[in-house]
């Protein structure tokens, strides 16, 4: 790194607004991946977007690259420093406004952490509802730049659906306000949109204003056993039928909860083991009929092999865990490959079929952990290595089965990324779900807003 630079950087912000420590270089340059090796130069952690705009514009005039950082869980490598790019931490933009409980929004600054967003609405009954297992250390920024999933899409949508405004910082230290507060606004393009998903490579976001749902009341967890993936749609059209409010729908298989099981201590709810597993929370509205009489009519028809319903919040919490703790039991077992995958869900049932076979014919020594929010489509696609195996070897025999995996992802019109996004992972993969023609667009909005190509660069494409 050029000392000019950082001269210019030391007397320009404070003593402690960059550090070049061993420590915060390996712990700030990696996500959650944990497949590339951490190689950033410095860290900087701004606490206004005037520092922010301020910093960008001086990166542009000595042409330094950057990596905006939030809680690092992306799981596709976008927020990994690997070529000496100085990392953006928004670790100390962590602010929160009072909550507008007349418009039911509330203004954050990107550093705030997801799960404290949630606390802070908590007292007014609202919700910003985007929800998964890494809520505790993702950021606002970090949700808004991968437009995550989770949970509760099947209910609320993607964290598209829930930003009203945000203010971006272009890699030249211009800062768009764009759309302010408003839930109506029809001036031309919508560029928050453009920003939403865009992996840190157009802008970074430094505030958001976030529109806020109603906390649910009174949620049902229910615990399903079944045959196989046709008897978890089944069980899913049955539950779309009930006129119940779904909120999360979600499938796992056999040894999933296997792992789960055995890595946090659980208790399996049943007294035999089951191919598939589904976790369905309902919310039950006022006024609406009591849900056993559905569930008696579920059970009549004999695809469902047993179930189960939480009595209390804590019962409904220990069912979750069965799902939510699959990505970190993998992770505690060893080297994980993970693919992330959407379909139609109309198709899902042969699809999950065909790639099964897929597997079976191509790879039959390795085991697959299969789950994910089926409702929305969303399949997670994970192959653990054996132990055996060295890990040069898996990666080059997964990478090699990634191909026929997305060539039939693309037969069936689906993403090779349903919500991890493109990152270092998966851009090789890209045209799979992309046509050219969108690909030289996508492009042309990175030359506009990046014409040097220093932000985030080699993210999403090269
Ligand atoms: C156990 C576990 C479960 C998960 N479950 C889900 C799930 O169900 N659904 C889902 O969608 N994801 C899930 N994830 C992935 C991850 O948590 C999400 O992608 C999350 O939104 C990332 O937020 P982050 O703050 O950690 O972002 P980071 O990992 O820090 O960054 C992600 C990307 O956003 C960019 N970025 C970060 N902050 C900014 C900013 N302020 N401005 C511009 N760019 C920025 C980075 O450069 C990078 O490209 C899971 C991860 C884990 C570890």
Redesign the pocket.
Known sequence: MKTSFLDQVCSAFSSDFMTQSPEKLEHFGR??TRVFLPSPSAVVFPRTTDEVARFLRLCSQERIAV??????????G??VAAHGEVVLS?DRMNRMEPVDTLASTVKVQ??AI?EAVHLHCLPHLLTWPID???KG???V??????N????KVIRYGL?RQWVLGLQ?VTMQGDILELNGALEKNNTGLDMRQIFIG????L????EATLKLAPLPKNLEVFFFALEDIDAVLRLFQEARRSGFQIMAFEFLTRNCFELVSSSRGLTSPFQKSYPAYVLMEIERLEGEGPWDRWLEAVFEKEFVLDGTVAQSPREAKELWSFREGI??SLSLHGFVHKNDIAISISQLGSFVQEMYSLFMTRNPGLEIFLFG?IGDGNLHVNTLKPNAMNQEEFVQLCHETDFELFTLVKKYAGSISA???I?LLKKDALPFSRSSIELELMRGFKRLLDPQKLL?PG?IFD
Do not use: C, Y
Not at 148 to 151: D, P
Not at 198 to 201: A, H, I, K, P, V
């Open positions: 996500d959650w990596v905006p950082s939030g809680g690092r869980t992306g799981l596709a976008g927020a928004l990107a550093g997801t998964f297992a890494s250390s993702s950021q920024g970090g949700n808004i730049s991968t995550a999933g989770g949970v964290t971006v865009s992996e840190g490579t802008g970074v976001v430094t990505s970190e929010h919500e991890h996004g990152g985030n993210k």
